[in-house]
């Protein structure tokens, strides 16, 4: 991981900034990113200026032009850039959500079952999830775990879901080994 510190406001912009690439592989217009995040234009061009200097990002010209993330944003981030990922199904409110896929899962509390909490990292915008939605993850590729729970919280930032498990099961079908 890279040793470049950025604001929260950098880190959220640059967030949205790969989550859009990755939906259209194209250069995206710091428009589209400031309603990606509810922000003001001018302030994506102003910190997009910040982010060229430390070559996180680099400018499109032209009328298709817009910015793209270079690879030193992804490991500034630490998001893993893959060719071909695993992909685990993640459902909001009984819905397949399509365009993410799900980076890592990481399980807190599992000695308290009442209180267990896990963090979903998230490739992809979760800004339509909100606390007290239903969201179902998995099963995962190799031990078919299948997670479902409520949104107990959210990290915009770093594209985390933070849910209240309600069931945790594994295997949730026959393993593929």
């Given at each position: 991981?890279s040793?470049i510190?950025?604001?929260?406001?950098?880190?959220?912009?640059?967030?949205a900034?790969?989550?859009?690439?990755?939906?259209?592989e194209?250069a995206?217009?710091?428009?589209t990113?400031?309603e990606?995040?509810?922000?003001?234009p001018?302030?994506?061009?102003?910190?997009?200026?910040?982010?060229?200097?430390?070559?996180?990002v680099?400018g499109?010209?032209?009328?298709?032009?817009g910015y793209?993330?270079?690879?030193?944003a992804?490991?500034?981030?630490d998001?893993q850039?893959?060719?071909?990922?695993?992909?685990?199904?993640l459902?909001?409110?009984?819905?397949?959500?399509?365009?993410?896929?799900?980076?890592?899962i990481?399980?807190?509390?599992?000695?308290?079952?009442?209180?267990?909490?896990?963090?979903?990292h998230?490739q992809g915008s979760?800004?339509?999830?909100?606390?007290?939605?239903?969201?179902?993850?998995?099963?995962?590729?190799l031990?078919?775990?299948?997670?479902?729970?409520?949104v107990?919280?959210?990290?915009?930032?770093?594209?985390?879901?933070i849910?209240?498990?309600?069931?945790?099961?594994?295997?949730?079908?026959?393993?593929?080994?």
């Open positions: 991981m040793s510190d950025l604001t929260t406001s950098q880190q959220t912009i640059l967030t900034l790969i989550n859009l690439h990755r939906e259209s194209q995206v217009k710091g428009e990113i400031a990606e995040i509810d922000r003001n001018g302030t994506i061009r102003n910190q997009m200026q910040s982010l060229k200097a430390l070559q996180l680099e499109v010209p032209g009328p298709k032009g793209k993330p270079t690879a030193l992804y490991d500034v981030l998001i850039e893959m060719d071909e990922p695993a992909v685990i199904p459902l909001h409110e009984g819905e397949r959500v399509t365009g993410v896929n799900i980076d890592r990481d399980l807190s509390s599992v000695h308290h079952p009442e209180k267990c909490r896990v963090e979903v998230v979760i800004q339509d999830f909100h606390e007290g939605e239903t969201v179902t993850v998995g099963p995962t590729p031990s078919k775990l299948l997670i479902e729970g409520l107990d919280g959210k990290d915009d930032t770093s594209n985390i879901l849910l209240r498990i309600s069931e945790m099961t594994a295997p949730a079908e026959e393993p593929a080994h």
